[in-house]
């Protein structure tokens, strides 16, 4: 749907400009560029006027069973094509560095929804937020962290920043740095999507970071494929060891979630709780599901 409504801007960019465009474009370039020129502009104008939405997914704690943080995930509602999921923009963002923006505005929005939780009732509630590994590159990133838990008053323990393996492998020596800079304001860190990047274990040991996310794929396969089970307990017995904690990624299944429990993974987060909600219907599914 998004390709349709940027082939349509495309194309009356196309007839507005025919004769601008062919005159420096090579012609086989010039589709691909000028929607890609369309795409970027609506993705601009839907920061500036704020169409971005966050939604949450809670992580549940595999022992007490309740709640102990959930996952921002961001969403774009779009005037006429609804909520687009961020697999259609985020690429594009990254590439056009609307990104380390569009990041900003998900860490100030739920700073700002965590608090308000906070202060309703759900006084343990942490929030975890995605870095982009054009953000983490940001060398000021530290202080505007800081600046955005300081306006949304939020006490810095109660983030945590998900950074891909990928990510963090690339430049080592500086993210050592900067992760320790993070974690010296006392915000949590953890490796994303854990298993699927290639992640030197001996790095592993020296970064200072507080958790493991263990990729979905690996769960999805507990039950069908013995070596999924084997990476699952390989990488819960490697966080035990490294003293981190360990989350589990898209449980869907009792049976998924029971195996995880019996294997001691601390948390659980998936569609078996509950999909990524908009606040509204998280607070009502806290409700329902936490007393
Ligand atoms: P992720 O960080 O690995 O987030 C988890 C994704 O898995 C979410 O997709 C979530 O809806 C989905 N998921 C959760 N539980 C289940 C399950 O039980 N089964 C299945 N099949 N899926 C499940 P979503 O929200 O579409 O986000 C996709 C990706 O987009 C995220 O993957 C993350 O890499 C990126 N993303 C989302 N929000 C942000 C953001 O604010 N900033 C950045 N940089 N990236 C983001
Ligand atoms: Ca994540
Ligand atoms: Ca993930
Ligand atoms: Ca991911």
């Avoid at 839907?46 to 309740?66: F, G, I, M």
């Amino acid at each position: 749907i998004l390709m349709k409504n940027a082939e349509a801007a495309m194309y009356r960019a196309k007839q507005q400009g025919r004769n601008h465009y062919q005159y420096y474009l090579a012609p086989e370039k010039t589709e691909a560029q000028i929607e890609r020129f369309a795409m970027e502009a609506m993705l601009r104008k839907a920061l500036e006027k704020d169409e971005l939405l966050v939604y949450y997914q809670p992580r549940v704690n595999t022992k007490s069973e309740s709640v102990v943080c959930v996952e921002a995930l961001v969403r774009w509602q779009h005037p006429t094509l609804g909520i687009v999921a961020p697999k259609d923009f985020i690429p594009l963002a990254e590439e056009t560095g609307l990104i380390v923006q569009l990041g900003e505005q998900v860490l100030r929005k739920a700073c700002k929804q965590i608090k308000k939780w906070q202060d309703e009732g759900m006084d343990e509630l942490s929030v975890s937020v995605n870095l982009s590994p054009l953000q983490f590159r940001q060398q000021h990133l530290p202080g505007v962290i800081a600046r955005i838990l300081r306006q949304a008053g939020l006490k810095p323990r109660f983030l945590e920043l998900e950074i891909t393996e990928s990510a963090a492998m690339q430049n080592v020596n500086r993210n050592i740095l900067m992760l320790r800079e993070l974690k010296e304001m006392g915000v949590k860190i953890s490796i994303d999507d854990f298993g699927t990047g290639y992640s030197s274990l001996s790095y592993l040991k020296k970064f200072p970071i507080d958790a493991l996310k263990v990729d979905r794929s690996f769960i999805s396969g507990i039950h069908e494929d013995p070596d999924d089970a084997a990476i699952v307990n390989a990488i819960i017995a490697l966080a035990k060891t490294l003293k981190l904690n360990v989350t589990a990624e898209g449980v869907e299944t009792e049976s998924q979630y029971l195996y995880l429990q019996q294997h001691r993974c601390d948390e659980a987060q998936g569609y078996l709780f509950g999909k990524p909600m908009p606040p509204e219907t998280f607070e009502e599914w806290y409700k329902l599901n936490m007393r």
